[in-house]
């Protein structure tokens, strides 16, 4: 990892809510140095094509975008995505095509048609006490990452699982159609090797930068500008003026984007014990689990 060799630190809280524009996603950014982190369009209701437009035409060079959803779905504990399913991929970026196929009519880059496809839906569990036969029972099945994650005492959650306000399956499939209209004009690592130069997309986990800005993991959702204050400067950042209520959502973006700009340069976090080329091509990887 060459000293600098990011120049710009983008966090991305996404959302994988019905509707066009939505309240759960916030975009911010920083420079290198110590100024606080800003929203990108304060105040806007972004849609997800409009995140996709962002990054491809407005995001600064040499940035590192972190994206607040899974980038793939547990593969290595069953030998397969969607085991039993003759069209079931054999790789993340084939997972991404297959979502956003079978997605193709759903407006918004929506995902409801692929958790109610006959043979997808027995992996998923739904709302209304669906749950299908593959799902696994308990908690659902987990990538390699996420076993990392626990390990470090975080709380992930299976992409599977769809019910309740933590859940990240939602936005991980909605992310999955942004990721395949990527058409590799931007890297995402690591099923995309770091490339020396240029901007790169990464999985984040908001509560790996929130417990490094010193939260614990039950406690790091911050809503007002005095905590998200104390974390930034835990972090080595300025903190973003302002007082009262901020949205959680906001603060997830802007301590998350402070603490890119710390850990992107860690050699160590590019290197995970257990990312394994196997592993980097189908279940990918969250950048920071190590």
Same mark, same amino acid.
């Given at each position: 990892?060459?000293?600098?060799?990011?120049?710009?630190?983008?966090?991305?809280?996404?959302?994988?809510?019905?509707?066009?524009?939505?309240? %759960?996603?916030?975009?911010?950014?920083?420079?290198?140095?110590?100024?606080?982190?800003? +929203?990108?369009?304060?105040?806007?209701?972004? #849609?997800?094509?409009?995140? +996709?437009?962002?990054?491809?035409?407005?995001?600064?060079?040499?940035?590192?975008?972190?994206?607040?959803? %899974?980038?793939?779905?547990?593969?290595?504990?069953?030998?397969? &995505? &969607?085991?039993?399913? /003759?069209?079931?991929?054999?790789?993340?970026?084939?997972?991404?095509?297959? $979502?956003?196929?079978?997605? /193709?009519?759903?407006?918004?880059?929506?995902?409801?048609?692929? $958790?109610?496809?006959?043979?997808?839906?027995?992996? &998923?569990?739904?709302?209304?006490?669906?749950?299908?036969?593959?799902?696994? %029972? %308990?908690?659902?099945? &987990?990538? $390699?990452?996420?076993?990392?994650?626990?390990?470090?005492?975080?709380?992930?959650?299976?992409?599977?699982?769809? $019910?309740?306000?933590?859940? @990240?399956?939602?936005? #991980?499939?909605?992310?999955?159609?942004?990721?395949?209209?990527?058409?590799?004009?931007?890297?995402?690592?690591?099923?995309?090797?770091?490339?020396?130069?240029?901007?790169? @997309?990464?999985?984040?986990?908001?509560?790996?930068?929130?417990?490094?800005?010193?939260?614990?993991?039950?406690?790091?959702?911050?809503?007002?500008?005095?905590?998200?204050?104390? /974390?930034?400067?835990?972090?080595? #950042?300025?903190?973003?003026?302002?007082?009262?209520?901020?949205?959680?959502?906001?603060?997830?973006? +802007?301590?998350?984007?402070?603490?890119?700009?710390?850990?992107?340069?860690?050699?160590?976090?590019?290197?995970?014990?257990?990312?394994?080329?196997?592993?980097?091509?189908?279940?990918?990887?969250?950048?920071? /689990?190590?």
């Amino acid at each position: 990892m060459k000293p600098g060799r990011f120049r710009h630190f983008a966090a991305i809280d996404w959302s994988g809510a019905a509707g066009e524009r939505h309240h %759960g996603i916030a975009v911010a950014l920083c420079s290198a140095g110590g100024d606080a982190p800003e +929203l990108v369009r304060p105040g806007h209701r972004w #849609s997800r094509p409009e995140v +996709l437009d962002w990054l491809l035409t407005e995001l600064p060079d040499s940035s590192i975008v972190g994206f607040d959803m %899974g980038i793939s779905l547990a593969h290595a504990d069953a030998g397969g &995505f &969607f085991p039993g399913w /003759a069209e079931s991929p054999a790789t993340a970026r084939e997972l991404w095509a297959l $979502v956003d196929r079978v997605c /193709a009519a759903d407006t918004h880059l929506s995902a409801s048609s692929l $958790v109610d496809h006959p043979e997808a839906a027995r992996h &998923f569990r739904r709302h209304g006490g669906r749950e299908g036969d593959l799902f696994g %029972g %308990g908690r659902g099945r &987990f990538r $390699v990452t996420e076993r990392v994650q626990e390990a470090m005492g975080c709380r992930p959650y299976s992409n599977f699982n769809l $019910v309740g306000a933590a859940q @990240v399956g939602k936005s #991980s499939l909605t992310g999955m159609r942004l990721l395949h209209r990527l058409e590799q004009r931007l890297p995402v690592w690591p099923i995309d090797p770091l490339p020396e130069t240029g901007s790169v @997309v990464c999985e984040i986990y908001t509560t790996i930068a929130a417990r490094a800005a010193g939260r614990r993991t039950g406690a790091s959702k911050i809503r007002d500008y005095a905590d998200l204050g104390a /974390a930034l400067i835990a972090l080595g #950042s300025e903190p973003v003026a302002g007082t009262g209520a901020i949205t959680d959502h906001a603060a997830d973006a +802007l301590i998350t984007a402070a603490w890119l700009r710390q850990a992107a340069h860690d050699p160590a976090l590019w290197s995970p014990y257990g990312l394994t080329p196997e592993i980097a091509q189908t279940e990918g990887w969250t950048f920071g /689990a190590a």
